[in-house]
């Protein structure tokens, strides 16, 4: 680091979210330097009781909570809302994700955190929006997957919808309302705009988003996109394949000078003039000859021989990586792209690494998620000048 100051050191953030998408938006803030006060219930984030443990050591929670601070309160209670003001008014982001309507029920809508702190950029997050017809309904990740159209096109061909084995559509709406937060303190402080704004930010907008030109072509042609597998609608070859020692890579042709060179690597050079693949909607009309080319030549080679041949003529592939590669690999670990991180219950916490990289300002996880609930409890009341709080547990 060239600069001892991080890229958002001065910043405040008020983490009054629970479980993933929202915390997670903070996390991201306060990888690159922010002061983040996380607020949990005295019976902790469910965030805790999602994934594994060990030794009561809830294991997710390490990355989650890391660089945060955490305090608890009951916002059923009026000295804890009370506690919530002063804590806005000491913010310049806040973030929640309660069923529209909760919070202005206890007076702590945006209209009252706006009046306590002009300033204040207000992140609010749900499944489906503070407006429009299902605004009230519950939204989870899962439903925001699903109704996104993300599900749809997921899964093998003649299959079921195939919803992601992660925390998809959280992750996506928290890059989103990352770079959301950001814009909004650019407008307010680089551009003179001088007061926050709220942000709108549901779980299925921002997947829906990335799915590619679905919308323009159903609308234009009538496509309706529908189970690939590993395939792609727009490009050939793009598929998984088996290596002879039971590994998988995936590949994609994505123009007609990289499918050339794939051509290459399995011995067949002359078929880079056959009319069958020499045209992108041609090799998509011949996706099973092609696909069985490249298989057959995969299977027939160990997965080192196969990267090997196939990078030394710059022709794209990647194993398809388990965690326990992904941790082993030189890398994941020459870039930092796993870290493991000095922790007081596991001694060392392993986790994702801060990214993007900035040259001037990079990110860094300076702790871990602290298990004890309310692990800061006295330090935060002392940021805002008191010396205890009814609230610790």
Known sequence: MTNATMALDGIKVLDLASLYAGPLIATNLGDYGADVIKVE???????????????????????????????????????????????????????????????????????????????VVMVRVTGFGQTGPLSQEPGFGTLAEAFSGFAAITGQPGGPPTLPPFGLADGVAALAGTYATMMALYWRDAQGGGEGQMIDLSLYEPLFGILGPQAIEYVEIGTVQGRQGNRSTRTAPRNAFTTSDHHWVALSGGTQQVVNRMLTVIGRPELAGDERFSTAAARLRHSDEIDALIGDWIVSWPLAEVLRQFRAVEAPIAPIYDVAQIVGDPHYQARGSVIRVPDADLGEATMAGVFPKLSLTPGAVRFAGRTPIGADQEDVMQTLGRRSTTDKP
Not at 56 to 70: F, H
Not at 73 to 95: F, G
């Open 41 to 119: 219930h005295p019976r902790g984030d469910d965030a805790r009781r999602w994934g594994h443990t060990k030794g009561g050591v809830p294991l997710w929670w390490k990355s989650i909570a890391r660089n945060k601070r955490l305090i608890t309160l009951d916002l059923h209670d009026e000295d804890a809302r009370q506690t919530v003001r002063e804590l806005t008014q000491w913010a310049d982001v806040v973030i929640e994700n309660f069923r529209p309507g909760r919070l202005e029920s206890w007076g702590l809508g945006w209209d009252d955190m706006h009046a306590l702190n002009p300033r």
